[in-house]
Each structure stands twice: as structure tokens, then as C-alpha cells.
């Protein structure tokens, strides 16, 4: 699990510590840095397992971190509990280094001309430590357009896609195959959105050609995805990825998309129980809604905000000055709405004056 994330030179982040918990939501007001972070993340990892040939390992530094014009820093626990992973770059060439819990680093350097090598095993070695400490990292960006559309079963290691490719196939999939996660993917839909009692599937298309279409039975009768609304849609598509996925973080840029405050407590009490049967799962969030921060506890809550200069700053929203006094008059959600974000920076222009 990521501990926490430091970011320096990034956007509008100049100095950044945040920190992360197993679920984590990001609020503020728009171009904030909240999906900033989540681009941080999954981009981080994707390069901290280096594969191409521009990518060489540099070797086993005794110095700590270097100098760059922006870096990004990521705490882990876990498997190397105390381990970090710094992403630095500057306009010729980005490095990777990795202190290890041990208190040793290795270092990986990508560089326009090609100017190191080292032996197949040294470079398995370093890797080796990347794959135990990176996460296998999604940013989902789902699709209603695409979550409706029909989807061929081409083989059984289909995986949904992060704009919801393949949705109608991957659950027939496990529907046929008698998978209990199909069975708690349905469940937690028909919690969500109650209107639905079950999900079917139905054949389109031309022989040769023949494609899977959700069908959803509701009270009313049957609606084929097509007809499904977008909330309906999303919620299917988030629920499906959440109970089928085998990565370790999930990103979440707008959760409260198109969903409606009632159904906002059921799907974060489904998050919850996915993390309860998923115990090295993480999830991090971003939105915009107080209606959805209602359902989260405020130490889970991270507020952004800018200050003049146009740099970002975030606190956990237990940090607020009154806050023990707030918190027994409403919810999370009203008390974002009622404090707002300045205060954010007022923490931060005290702390830098300290």
C-alpha cells in the first residue's frame, strides 16, 4: 500500500506531502491538483517497471536522493514495508531511484543518448525490487458510451477495460462459469440502484459475428443496455472492475459521476466490502459532491486548495482549526461545504513562517 506521496515541481505542486490510507478521497475546487495526483501515480508506476532499451540500471548508489527540477516520491508498506520510490526528471534525462528499507538505493536512468549497460542479471536484480514494491495501478475513466456497447468472448482472460470495454463479456464469463464474483457484482448493483432484481445477457448480431448484450430485468421489465442509464451504467462498470480486477490500486477520477446522493451511501458501504475481502487493495478518489463526502470519515478526506502564487496545498479535513466542534453538528460532507478550502493555505502559510 502507498503510506503517502510527496510531489515537488509537478504542475502546481511545488512541495506536496500527502498523505494516503487504504481509502482516500480528494475534494477541492477545480484545477486544484486532485487528478494531478491520481496522473502521478499511475504514471510513476507504469515507468518504475523500465523496459524499454533507452532504459538503463545505473547501479547501487550510497548518496540519498538526488537534486532534480520535479520529483515525485511515493512511500510503501508492505511487502518492503519502509521502501521508497522517487521518479525525478529534468530536461535531459528522468531517473528512477529506489531506497530500499534496508537503507540501500538502486537507481535506474533513462537518458536521450544511450550511455550505460549492465549485465542481464544485475538488471533482473533491480527489477526484481520494482515489481515487489509497485502496485499494479488503474485509472479508470468509464465510459457510458462504452459500457453499452455489445462485446465478443474472444477468450477467457478478458479483463474489463478502464473505459469499460468488454463489460457484457467478462460478466457472461463469469456467469457461465458459476464464479461467485458474479454473484456479488449483481448483488451490490441491485443494492446501488434497487429498481434492478437480476442481470441477463443476450445475443446480437449476425452469425460469425455474434456479440453479448447486458440486459438488466427490472420491476418494470427488461432494459437492454443501450436504454440503462448512465448512473445505472457506471455504477455495473465500477462494481464489475472493483470484484474482477487483479491490480492492487484503483484510481477514481470524479466518483460521484452521474450517480444520485441516494445511491452514494450504498456504493461507498461496496467499496468498503470489496476492501474487506481485498486486503492489499487501495483506492483513491477524487470528487466534487458534499453528498458523497457524507459516507466517508473525515480522516479519510483529503482537502485541496491554491494559494496566490498558484501552488497546491491539501490537508486531511480533521485538521480543520474547529473541527471537534463541527464534527458533532453535521456530516463530512456539510462540513467541507461550511469551511470551504481556504483555511487549507492558511495552515500552510503558518507552517512555512514557523
Not at 114 to 135: D, H, Y
Not at 245 to 273: G, N, Q, Y
Request: net charge negative; proline share 5%.
Amino acid at each position: 500500500m502507498i503510506s503517502e506521496v510527496a510531489i515537488s515541481g509537478i504542475k502546481c505542486f511545488r512541495e506536496l506531502r500527502l498523505e494516503l490510507g487504504r481509502l482516500t478521497v480528494l475534494v477541492g475546487a477545480n484545477g486544484a491538483g486532485k487528478s494531478t495526483v491520481l496522473q502521478c501515480l499511475v504514471q510513476s508506476w507504469r515507468q518504475s517497471a523500465p523496459k524499454a532499451p533507452n532504459w538503463r540500471f545505473v547501479g547501487f548508489p550510497a548518496s540519498n536522493f538526488s537534486p532534480f527540477q520535479s520529483s515525485l516520491v511515493i512511500s510503501v508498506e508492505g511487502a518492503l514495508r519502509g521502501s521508497q520510490v522517487k521518479i525525478l526528471s529534468d530536461q535531459f534525462h528522468d531517473t528512477i531511484e529506489i531506497k530500499l528499507k534496508d537503507g540501500s538505493f538502486l537507481t535506474f536512468s533513462r537518458y536521450d543518448e544511450v550511455g550505460f549497460s549492465n549485465s542481464i542479471e544485475e538488471r533482473e536484480t533491480a527489477l526484481g525490487f520494482v515489481r515487489q514494491i509497485a502496485p499494479a495501478t488503474r485509472l479508470l475513466s468509464l465510459d457510458p458510451s462504452i459500457l453499452r456497447v455489445p462485446s465478443q468472448l474472444q477468450d477467457t482472460n478478458l479483463e474489463i477495460g478502464d473505459r469499460g470495454e468488454s463489460l457484457a463479456a467478462v460478466l457472461s464469463l463469469l456467469k457461465t462459469n458459476e464464479d461467485p464474483r458474479f454473484t456479488r457484482v449483481e448483488q451490490d448493483l441491485c443494492a446501488v440502484v434497487p429498481d434492478i432484481k437480476k442481470i441477463r445477457f443476450q445475443p446480437v448480431g449476425t452469425q460469425g459475428d455474434v456479440k453479448l448484450q447486458l440486459i438488466a430485468e427490472t420491476v418494470a421489465g427488461s432494459v437492454a443496455a443501450p436504454h440503462m442509464s448512465e448512473g445505472t451504467l457506471y455504477a455495473l462498470g465500477l462494481l464489475a472492475v472493483l470484484h474482477t480486477t487483479s491490480a492492487k490500486l484503483i484510481l477514481l477520477d470524479d466518483f460521484d459521476r452521474t450517480l444520485h446522493p441516494s445511491a452514494m451511501k450504498t456504493l461507498v458501504e461496496c467499496l468498503r466490502r470489496v476492501l474487506d475481502l481485498h486486503p492489499d487493495l487501495q483506492i483513491i478518489a477524487t470528487t466534487h459532491s458534499p453528498y458523497l463526502l457524507d459516507w466517508f470519515r473525515p480522516d479519510e478526506i483529503r482537502v485541496f486548495a491554491k494559494d496566490k502564487t498558484g501552488a497546491a496545498h491539501a490537508r486531511r479535513l480533521d485538521e480543520h482549526p474547529d473541527f471537534k466542534t463541527l464534527e458533532g453538528l453535521m456530516p463530512a460532507g456539510e462540513i467541507w461545504s461550511h469551511v470551504g478550502e481556504q483555511w487549507v493555505v492558511e495552515l500552510a502559510d503558518r507552517a512555512a513562517s514557523a
